[in-house]
């Protein structure tokens, strides 16, 4: 039986078909990319005129490519999305619970001044914008989840503790700490760890 071909295939030689996907998947890179450096350098909320220049693409393919800059934000906001779940979920070779929470608490923090200027970013659409607001609470249940793998049921289940420490360790406390208050690496690290000594005092694991 002589395989049936589509409009496409019969019209597009498969190498140009590929080198096209090719061109496509590349450009949106790009697309991406640029977003992305844009906010780094602290445009809160880049317009598609300025990503279309920095991608170095029309603006037509700006938009050809994604639907709307919300629908760009969510590409950008999946990429980090999968990057905080890895090093959020870090698995710690620490004997105590009391000595994992530290290293976690070392490697959230190399985190957050990373991400400090998506978290802004995303504060200012977060309103306006169903999918940034929905991305802020799946990555609140993400720290809920890393927390309670780490901490025992008594602080667990310690609903006002518990959710004390949620709040001291998010990147929101982080981003007052450091840039509200001046603080360096070290210093924000240090007043963090000494709230979290006044709410655990040490215990055996």
């Not at 996907?21 to 990319?33: A, D, G, L, P, Y």
């Not at 450096?37 to 598609?48: D, F, N, R, S, W």
């Not at 309670?148 to 667990?156: A, C, D, F, N």
Request: glycine share 2%; net charge neutral.
């Amino acid at each position: 039986m002589t395989k049936s071909l589509s409009p496409e295939s019969a019209v597009t030689p498969p190498k140009q078909r590929d080198g096209r996907r090719s061109r496509t998947v590349e450009t949106r890179k790009r697309i991406v990319r640029a977003v992305a450096e844009l906010v780094q350098q602290g445009k809160v909320t880049p317009t598609a005129e300025e990503v279309s220049a920095r991608a170095d693409v029309g603006l037509r393919t700006v938009f050809r490519h994604f639907d709307d800059m919300d629908s760009l934000y969510q590409e950008i906001d999946q990429e980090l999305g999968i990057n905080v779940a890895l090093m959020l979920q870090m698995v710690t070779k620490a004997d105590t619970w009391q000595e994992r929470l530290k290293e976690n608490l070392q490697v959230r923090c190399q985190l957050y001044d990373t991400i400090t200027p998506f978290v802004i970013s995303g504060q200012v659409h977060r309103h306006t914008s169903a999918m940034v607001e929905a991305s802020f609470k799946r990555k609140v249940e993400l720290e809920r989840s890393v927390m309670e793998h780490i901490l025992p049921k008594s602080i667990q289940e310690d609903t006002p503790r518990f959710e004390a420490l949620l709040m001291l360790l998010s990147p929101e406390a982080w981003i007052r700490l450091r840039r509200d208050q001046g603080l360096s690496t070290e210093a924000a690290i240090a007043a963090i760890q000494v709230c979290i000594d006044a709410f655990i005092p040490p215990q055996k694991n």
